[in-house]
């Protein structure tokens, strides 16, 4: 129904920055929340961030609070992520997901609420 293709990924040096895009098509007004997972070789799947499409409301996960920050516009059914600050620990395949989830028992860090995603962009992060 929402179709999401990432872009932006790259390769920086510690201390440097990217800014990931997530570009969503279909249904779009299905969507209620949005949000960013990353999976680092050898690691599970985390939660990074995620925001309310319709009041911009944001939550980030300790590892990337203060660093990373999370932004959507509407007009154009594009949300970003503007990674600041990288960590060679940032270094994994960054997804953006949708969403249909709502209200309070809506956890966002619980991948499982999330029912669309993106091909996945390399995020790459040296010493």
């Known amino acids: 129904q929402v179709q999401l293709v990432e872009s932006g990924g790259g390769s920086v040096q510690a201390g440097g920055s990217l800014r990931l895009s997530c570009a969503a098509s279909g249904r779009t007004f299905s969507s209620y929340v949005m949000g960013w997972f990353r999976q680092a070789p050898g690691k599970e799947r985390e939660y990074v961030s995620a925001i309310s499409w319709r009041s911009g409301r944001e939550y980030y996960s300790e590892s990337v609070k203060g660093r990373f920050t999370i932004s959507r516009d509407n007009a154009k059914n594009t949300m970003i992520l503007q990674m600041n600050s990288l960590k060679p620990e940032d270094t994994a395949i960054y997804y953006c997901?949708?969403?249909?989830?709502?209200?309070?028992?809506?956890?966002?860090?619980?991948?499982?609420?999330?029912?669309?995603w993106g091909q996945g962009t390399q995020v790459t992060v040296s010493p």
């Open positions: 997901a949708n969403s249909q989830c709502s209200g309070y028992g809506c956890y966002v860090q619980n991948s499982q609420i999330f029912n669309s």
